[in-house]
């Protein structure tokens, strides 16, 4: 989750870099930050693009903005390790939280997927000219782009195999059928104003509190406080606040910590980083005496090295370091403990089509990421809740784009995870289907919460269709019927309450009414 929901989460599709088609802006003509653009791949009616800026100045610069033109007929999708806004054909790029400080001589980078086949036009870093103080480029290289696609195995055409091999029986975690499941903004107020614990409504079943954040990326120290009095005036105190946890699960209630947000990069880059992660986390746990964890890894947390391309058997530290953290907390805590993660689509779904930087290197490594940490824990997960927002378009299991903001997107995008679907395109390396119960989607709560907001009727629209088959659109679900469909999360609880409860208020009967 990210802190300021009208932000939208960096996501990327990487796709191959051989046969690049580059074109570079012009060179500097003085010592001043540029933005360098490359084509890293063009396969024709569409391509990866990158742009890297650099501080070539003799002083730091505390963020930037590129904007740049693109020609009739060709658009952004996806992109990354930026914000996007856009205006007819002009684009603004601005820099995410953690890549905006620049010190001379340093560099950033941002990317994109193209369709079409133009280049950006008239871009400036700024407000000046890219290059550095010379005029913009009025037009791109005249040299075609490849007519041949990217050697990348692409998605089947027949859907995967419907028959996967289960995961473990259900356990009894004291779950209703149907959960409602939110963000509490514990440690920070965000614009939309502090909740204190004891004002958390009954109505939620999983209370995450946002959120345990690192000493540093690496450290995996991950440390968590309640939010200082001065941004979060009417805070509880510690002992208050603990009480409210106790009250709630007197009620049946489950809170647990939630690792990472926008701001948490965690990398367990090492053993010694796995295990602070894990004695740092079971302190807070102890400490405020929760249920269990939420893992919310985003950004550049998690990732593939090369030649790290078989999902059930990972061999990158950072991922293989977080399965055994985990597991060690799952032992020391047993079968009562709850595991929920909250993925982006990224880190996902898109794996469908690439999986980390791909068989011959090039791809972003981040593609799918989340895959082999689903895998190896699939029977310790309580709830799977990707997010469901802040996305690019993402391919479904009918081969087609889905984009957020309907209820079509939350169809498409759930159904893979009930289904299953093949890694990469290849169809012998199918990534198995979870457990009805496994599986919710997250949404935001209002519009101020994030991008891809669907109202109450979308929402339920796409329950419904995953439920009870009903109201599914042009979308054919390969899972069928999903009657033990775990239910709803969103981001967060303290938007709910700004905007008056309309996500609790419309979803929580709703759910109740499911078989």
Known sequence: MTRTRTLITALAAGVLAATAAIWLAPAASAATPTAVFVKTSDWGSGWEGKYTITNGGSSTITSWAVVFDLPAGTTVGTYWDALMTSSGQRYTFTNR??????????SASFGFLGSGSGSPLNCTLNGQPCGGGTPPPTAPPTTAPPTTAPPTTRPPTTAPPTTQPPTSPPPNTGLPKHALIGYLHASFANGSGYVRMAD??????????????????????????????????????????????RAKQQQGKKVLISIGGQNGQVQLTTTAARDAFVSSVSAIIDRYGLNGLDIDFEGHSLSLNTGDTDFRNPTTPVIVNLISAIRTLKQRYGAGFILTMAPETFFVQLGYQYYGSGPWGGQDPRAGSYLPVIYALRNDITVLHVQDYNSGPIMGLDNQYHTMGGADFHIAMTDMLLAGFPVAGNTANVFPALREDQVAFGAPSSVSAGNGYVGPAGIQQ????LVRGQSCGSYTPRSGTNPNFRGLMTWSINWDRYYGWE??????????SLP
């Open 462 to 465: 796409a329950v419904n269709c």
């Open 97 to 106: 939280s953690w890549n905006g400080t620049l010190a001379p001589g340093q």
């Open 200 to 245: 958390v409504p009954a109505d939620w079943d999983i209370v995450n509190l946002a959120f345990g954040e690192p000493t540093s990326v690496t450290s995996g120290d991950i440390r968590f406080r309640l939010c200082p009095a001065s941004e979060c005036p009417n805070v509880e105190s510690e002992a208050e606040f603990t009480a409210a946890i």
């Open 503 to 512: 996500f609790r208020n419309s979803h929580r009967p709703f759910l109740n």
